[in-house]
Structure formats: C-alpha cells, structure tokens
C-alpha cells in the first residue's frame, strides 16, 4: 500500500517504530512492502535542523474478505444426442434415431469417461435380426445415462411379416419382436431400450411406424429415465436386384425429463437409412451420437483431458473421450487501502483464477480468468466482487 503524509514545511522521514529504528524513507509518501495484516507506521517532520516529536501514526489498513466458498460440486449442463437408427435388411427400415436429452447434474471432482458408439455389426443372413442403432453414452456419477437409437427392422426367415428392432441402450441387445418390442439394456449400468421396429407385409407397400416409449428404469436417488423408442420399419419385397421397397426409419419415442429439476419431454432423433433390397442383405449401423458438456472449463477440444479452470464453454465429444473435472482451490482476495486519487490492484494467490465483477450480482464483467485486477482511479472507497 502507499501511504501519504503531508507538511507545511521540512522533510518527513517514515519509521516502523514510535520511537527508534532505522528510517525507512522520506517525503511526502512511502510503499509500503507486501502486508498481510493492517500495519502501523510513523513520520516525523525535520526543519532546519529540528524534529518533531512524538511521532505521527499512520495507518495501512489491510482488511481481508471472507473466503471465497470451496466449491464441492459444480452444475454442468448436458445434451445427449442419440445416434440414427440402423437401416433394416433387404428393404426393412431404419430405426429411430436415439433419444435427445437434455438436463443438468451437479458433478464432483474426479474424471468421467463420455462413449461415442457406432452400432453393431450388419446382420449376414435374413435369419438373423438387424444391427442395433448407434449408442451414445454420456458417463456421470449417478445415474449412468445411456441412450442409443434404434435398430433397423428384419425381415425373418420364413419371409412373414415382422421382425425384430434393434434395442437402445446397449450394443448387443436387440428390441422385442415387432412394433410392440422393447428391451431394458443390462441393469449393471442401468442402460435403457429403445422400442421394437414396426412390421411389414410381405409384397404390400413400405410403411413405417413410430417406435415405442423404451422401458423405464428407477435408479435410486435419481430420476426415473426413459429410452429412445426404436424406429418402425416396414420390408417390402423387391422388385428386382438392388431395386424395391426401402422403409424409411419413423421418429424414436417420446422421453421423459431425465432430471426432476431440469429438461421438458423431448421426441426421439430421426429415423436411420433405409436398409438394401434385393439379392444381397444389408443391415446399416446407427450414426454415432454427440455428446455436448457445457462446464465450467477450458480448454476446448475434443477428448482428452479437460481441467476446470474457470469460464464458460462448450465441448463437444465426437469421440470417445475422458474430461477430468477438477474443483478449484480456495480463493482468498485481501482487501487493498491505497490513499489518494489513484488506483489499486487486487490479487489472488496463484492456482486460482477470479471473474471480478463491479457488483454482487449480474454487474460487468471487468476481467475475466486473472490473478489481478487493478482498478482505475479512485476517489472513495470502492467494492469490488470476485467469482471463481
């Protein structure tokens, strides 16, 4: 801090003591060092050979703000973009695309893992169902969400309508048997299952239907959650090699919010590509899924390790990735008296990093991310506010 004296006449020498010691400086101010507590220093005045006594006291006052509160666990807003059905086998449709979630958690520190998938393998024979749709896994401490889109219908062995859609949730798990199918994913990391595809005459027209509401599932402590409904695929006989009906996937079923406190019902993603008619069998994967984190961090990018340092911003993970999210420490800002028009600088220890604000809520924003901030000149005392 920088103290000021004053004086009609003669020179004023500045002291740590009321009496003896050694002089720190003379005239009209003195800086003092770095100060962690209010200080008291002294002046005297020297004229012509005289000096007054006793010394004056003067007063650098430091007073310090309550710390800033350690934060435990920090809001993050997520989306969860389920990926497009698989395309059905010879003709049969594509599911419905995954669930599109939406919400908030309040996440501790630690490091949690965000799985991109791609859907499973085609199907090789008309026998066999058609692949699951693509899975989006966005990884949390409690509860586990995962949400995939649908699996493309199949026509079955004996060529008669129907055939089973690809669940949600979980590569490896198919839907149930016709429009009515769905499959709850394996309980270990409470996945969910999209609805069953549609059926589909032989020789009639393509037609799709909407996938069911996919089973539900109580964690507990948690929300109940809901998955993305498979899409309904119809098969149509072909009209020739590489030719005839190609069912278009329907819509995914309807979610439910997937927080109590956070998220409004939202529809299913698109239906996946229309699978292969013809002489050759072709069952189509789901698209992958996106998962966007809005955190409290930086830096952006995509995968890897992410450490919170303060700020807004949006990740978006197209593969698979880890963030590590790491609470900051504990802030302490000392209050700073200066004397005189002129300015202060406040500073936080290193390993912090402060947003000041020129109010308690809303206010501008005068530095965002910074160790210091130094005001302009000021004529009266002034508070500033500091978020980490």
């Given at each position: ?236 006989v072909g009209i020739g090699p590489g030719q005839g009906g190609q069912g278009g996937g ?122 210091t901030y130094t005001t302009p000149a000021l004529a009266s005392t002034t508070t500033y506010?500091?978020?980490?």
């Amino acid at each position: 801090a920088t103290l000021q004296a004053a004086t009609a006449a003669g020179t004023i020498n500045w002291y740590a003591a009321l009496t003896g010691g050694a002089s720190l400086g003379t005239g009209t101010s003195y800086t003092t060092p770095s100060i962690a507590a209010t200080t008291t220093y002294y002046v005297d005045v020297t004229n012509n050979g005289c000096t007054s006594s006793p010394r004056t006291s003067v007063v650098a006052t430091v007073n310090s703000l309550p710390q800033a509160a350690s934060i435990t666990g920090t809001t993050v807003d997520y989306l969860v973009v389920g990926g497009g059905g698989g395309g059905g086998q010879e003709g049969g449709g594509g599911g419905g695309g995954g669930q599109v979630i939406t919400g908030s958690v309040s996440l501790l520190s630690g490091s949690f893992a965000v799985t991109i998938g791609n859907g499973g393998a085609g199907a090789t024979t008309i026998s066999t169902a058609a692949a699951n749709g693509g899975t989006t896994t966005l990884s949390l401490p409690t509860p586990v969400v995962s949400i995939g889109g649908g699996g493309g219908g199949s026509k079955n062995a004996q060529g008669a309508s129907g055939g089973n859609g690809g669940g949600g949730g979980h590569p490896g798990f198919s839907g149930g048997a016709g429009a009515a199918g769905g499959f709850a994913g394996g309980t270990a990391n409470n996945e969910i299952g999209g609805g069953g595809a549609g059926a589909g005459a032989v020789g009639t027209s393509a037609s799709n239907s909407n996938g069911g509401i996919g089973v539900s599932s109580s964690i507990s402590g948690s929300a109940t959650f809901y998955g993305g409904g498979g899409g309904g695929g119809s098969w149509q006989v072909g009209i020739g090699p590489g030719q005839g009906g190609q069912g278009g996937g329907g819509s995914g079923g309807t979610a439910s919010s997937p927080l109590a406190t956070s998220g409004a019902a939202n529809t299913g993603g698109g239906g996946g590509g229309s699978g292969n008619s013809g002489s050759t069998p072709v069952a189509k994967n789901g698209g992958s899924g996106i998962v966007i984190v809005r955190y409290l961090g930086s830096p952006s990018g995509t995968g890897g390790t992410i450490t919170q340092v303060g700020g807004y911003t949006i990740h978006t993970f197209n593969s698979n990735g880890t963030f590590a999210f790491n609470n900051p420490s504990t802030a302490v800002v000392p209050n700073v008296t200066v004397c005189g028009l002129t300015s202060a600088t406040g500073t936080v220890a290193a390993g912090s990093t402060l947003d000041w604000y020129d109010a308690p809520t809303n206010g501008n924003l005068l530095s965002q991310g910074t160790l210091t901030y130094t005001t302009p000149a000021l004529a009266s005392t002034t508070t500033y506010y500091v978020a980490v």
